[in-house]
């Protein structure tokens, strides 16, 4: 578990968050800052290694969304981002705290109807490098 994720203030966990991934090249006094209690390169490495956010992959909208296991609940920090200092805007700031039996099945039964929606979606057919032999009806 990451050290800071029980901090009280899930604005700080965010911007510490969006903080740690500035660019060490435009603010390389950074790698000695702290954040949430922890130097920012082993703050970076935790946030990596517990794969803690959905975030750029997931999400269109500048949004986050950070997952921490915490004992037997799960915390859940949203928020989404304002672009001119990249920290988190207040007014979207979510911070959720459920038990993790329910919010693993919860996640379980979400995954279990999209991939039922998914299999009666219809489906392109597209040849081996990639050419359309048939679109959608």
Same mark, same amino acid.
């Given at each position: 578990?990451?050290? !800071?994720?029980? $901090?009280?203030?899930?604005?700080? @966990?965010?911007? *510490?968050?969006? /903080?740690?991934?500035? /660019?060490?090249?435009?603010?390389? +006094?950074?790698?000695?800052?702290?954040?949430? #209690?922890?130097?920012?390169?082993? !703050?970076? *490495?935790?946030?990596?290694?517990?794969?803690?956010?959905? #975030?750029?992959?997931?999400?269109? +909208?500048?949004?986050?969304?950070?997952? !921490? /296991? @915490? #004992? /037997?609940?799960?915390?859940?920090?949203? !928020?989404?981002?304002?672009?001119?200092?990249?920290?988190? +805007?207040? *007014?979207?700031?979510?911070?959720?705290?459920?038990?993790?039996?329910?919010?693993?099945?919860?996640?379980?039964?979400?995954?279990?109807?999209?991939?039922? $929606?998914?299999?009666?979606?219809?489906?392109?057919?597209?040849?081996?490098?990639?050419?359309?032999? $048939? +679109?959608?009806?």
């Amino acid at each position: 578990m990451a050290p !800071f994720a029980s $901090e009280p203030h899930a604005g700080r @966990i965010a911007d *510490a968050h969006q /903080d740690a991934y500035r /660019d060490p090249i435009w603010a390389p +006094d950074q790698e000695k800052e702290w954040f949430c #209690g922890v130097l920012q390169e082993k !703050f970076r *490495a935790l946030i990596y290694s517990s794969r803690c956010e959905w #975030g750029d992959e997931v999400f269109n +909208d500048v949004s986050q969304v950070l997952h !921490f /296991d @915490i #004992g /037997d609940r799960v915390r859940l920090i949203a !928020f989404r981002n304002i672009e001119a200092d990249w920290h988190h +805007d207040p *007014a979207t700031l979510a911070d959720v705290w459920l038990e993790a039996g329910e919010f693993y099945r919860i996640l379980k039964e979400w995954r279990e109807r999209l991939e039922v $929606e998914w299999r009666a979606a219809p489906k392109i057919k597209v040849s081996e490098n990639g050419e359309l032999l $048939e +679109d959608l009806p």
